[in-house]
């Protein structure tokens, strides 16, 4: 459990808040760069970090990331005209480009030079993996790109779905990282289910083993980019199979263990405000295009997916309608009688509130992973408080690690047996 203090440490990520300039230390997904799809089209809102923006591309392409308000008398930009590289308002005309420079003012007398003391808050943006980043921190201490093998492989080998999650994102995190859960709130009543469900060759067998140990038992190791999590559950006499996740500081986690060549997950959490997060859930493959089959039922929503509200990232089953429970379902099919993972995780971690109260909890041996990433996230702000800036946000290339799921045998650490499968290589 964690202290009310410590918990509005560990979750408070808005401008000037020790965990809101740690995250302002890193390259943070922003939006999709489908929903900037051309130059010069209808710019987006855009909330990250409790800051209210507006996401535009100009007509070279750049895109732009700057205050929601425009700084004359703070009209919202998003209903401003993009146009000849710049975002202008429609109040009075000011325009801005990309830099948050104001270029523009023509309802000043054309000898006034007010316009060169006019710039509004503008952020550095990148686009890379289908992702456009954003930069919201010093621009002195502007980071090189993270280094994640899924932002990097061809855009054929990847697969991205976005989410709008009503909660916060530490919370929201701390379920991926929760391997216990899996044999209780993703299985079905018949493992039969659970083993087409999941999809690999090796299926049935992972969810045998999930089904058949439900107390996982927990190695955690601390690592440059976060920690490493090694879930083992018994195979055979003489071996365990170890599920490995990843959690990357600071709100990444690979997870979906899968079989060499398989199809990866990361889930991307990334604050909104403390009391909303963007979920990017991201499939890629190092080896080989993401198939249409696969395609066909993220799209869909599938098992690991969700449809979403038209035109929206709202999942459409959701908090304001309990998920869509289905209580005949849940005494037949699933544990739940929630349709998929992304609605079951989100009904459990949006329901103990938008900001968990830590200090009401009791931890067991099976949320060590959950503590050890607290303690990590902490001492990282804390760190920075003292002026020692964390170390993924300067080297990109300490991410380069991957999911896996591996039998081993028993006296065989899990870091060592798994060290070829959990190498990024893209
Ligand atoms: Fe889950």
Redesign the pocket.
């Known amino acids: 459990m964690l202290t009310a203090e410590q918990n509005e440490f560990l979750t408070n990520t808005d401008p000037g808040t020790p965990m809101g300039n740690l995250w302002r230390r890193f390259w943070l997904p922003a939006l999709l760069s489908e929903e900037l799809p051309a130059p010069d089209c209808p710019p987006v809102r855009v909330r990250l970090l409790g800051e209210d923006l507006v996401a535009f591309r100009d007509t070279n392409g750049d895109v732009g990331l700057m205050d929601a308000h425009c700084p004359h008398r703070l009209a919202d930009l998003f209903f401003g005209r993009n146009e000849e590289c710049g975002l202008r308002c429609v109040y009075h005309g000011w325009k801005f480009d990309v830099n948050g420079e104001c270029v523009d003012m023509p309802n000043e007398p054309a000898e006034s030079n007010f316009k060169s003391k006019i710039r509004t808050t503008a952020y550095a943006c990148n686009e890379q993996g289908g992702i456009i980043w954003a930069y919201m921190g010093p621009k002195e201490l502007t980071p090189a790109m993270p280094e994640l093998e899924w932002a990097r492989v061809p855009d054929s080998h990847r697969y991205i779905s976005k989410y709008l999650i009503q909660c916060n994102s530490v919370q929201a995190t701390e ?2 990282i ?1 391997n216990s ?2 044999s209780f ?2 299985s079905y009543v018949n493992v039969a289910d659970r083993a087409r469900q999941i999809r690999y060759q090796s299926g049935s067998q992972i969810a045998a083993y999930q089904m058949a140990q439900k107390s996982p038992r927990f190695t955690i190791k601390s690592t440059d980019y976060g920690i490493m999590i090694g879930a083992s559950r018994n195979a055979s006499e003489d071996s365990l199979y170890w599920h490995i996740t990843h959690w990357l500081i600071p709100g990444y986690a690979l997870v979906g263990a899968t079989e060499p060549g398989g199809t990866s997950l990361c889930n991307a959490r990334v604050p909104i405000d403390n009391e909303n997060s963007w979920f990017f859930r991201i499939r890629w493959n190092a080896d080989r295009p993401i198939s249409e089959d696969e395609i066909a039922e993220y799209r869909f929503g599938g098992v690991a997916h969700a449809e979403v509200i038209p035109g929206t990232f709202m999942p459409k089953a959701n908090k304001s309608n309990d998920f869509l429970i289905d209580r005949a379902l849940q005494r037949s099919f699933n544990y739940t009688g929630i349709k998929g ?1 992304v609605a ?2 989100g009904a ?1 971690t949006t329901s103990m509130g938008a900001v968990v109260d830590r200090s009401k909890e009791h931890l067991g041996t099976s949320d060590s992973a959950i503590i050890a990433m607290r303690r990590k996230l902490q001492k990282a702000a804390r760190d920075l408080m003292d002026g020692i800036e964390p170390l993924p946000a300067h080297d990109g290339t300490v991410y380069k690690v991957r999911p896996a799921g591996i039998i081993l045998p028993r006296d065989v650490p899990f870091d060592e047996g798994a060290r070829d499968r959990i190498k990024a290589t893209v």
């Open positions: 379920g991926d929760d859960h899996i709130l993703h993972n079951q995780d459990v």
